[in-house]
């Protein structure tokens, strides 16, 4: 089985940071792409960014030049780094990745999801 778990989410003011971490464990050969994904009260999951296994980087519109996405392979982690803050960018945080199995292919697995709220 696979696993992702966040970390770094909180209660921080508009203009503050957060930092959020998403590390893989269980058993599998590699993983692919890793991405934040973002769901709002009310909203649809949004993507967020997200970093090839080389490094290539993607984000939404609403999040360049605050957001930082950034990966550690040899830790199997993913980071998201995020600086200027809004309450707009209220909401559950999850990561995805997508990972090879040996035996079973390429699979998308998602975390639990760690809250984020921007509020004075």
């Known amino acids: 089985q696979v696993q992702l778990v966040e970390s770094g989410g909180g209660l921080v003011q508009p203009g503050g940071s957060l930092r959020l971490s998403c590390a893989a464990s269980?058993?599998?050969?590699?993983?692919?792409?890793m991405y934040w994904y973002r769901q709002g009260p009310g909203e649809q999951r949004e993507l967020v960014a997200s970093?090839?296994?080389?490094?290539?980087?993607n984000y939404a519109d609403s999040v360049k030049g605050r957001f930082t996405i950034s990966r550690d392979n040899a830790k199997n982690t993913v980071y998201l780094q995020m600086n200027g803050l809004k309450p707009e960018d209220t909401a559950v945080y999850y990561c995805?990745?997508?990972?090879?199995?040996?035996?079973?292919?390429?699979?998308?697995?998602w975390g639990q999801g760690t809250q984020v709220t921007v509020s004075s």
């Open positions: 970093i090839s296994r080389g490094g290539s980087t």
């Open positions: 269980g058993t599998f050969s590699t993983i692919d792409v």
């Open positions: 995805n990745a997508r990972v090879m199995k040996i035996g079973q292919g390429w699979r998308d697995y």
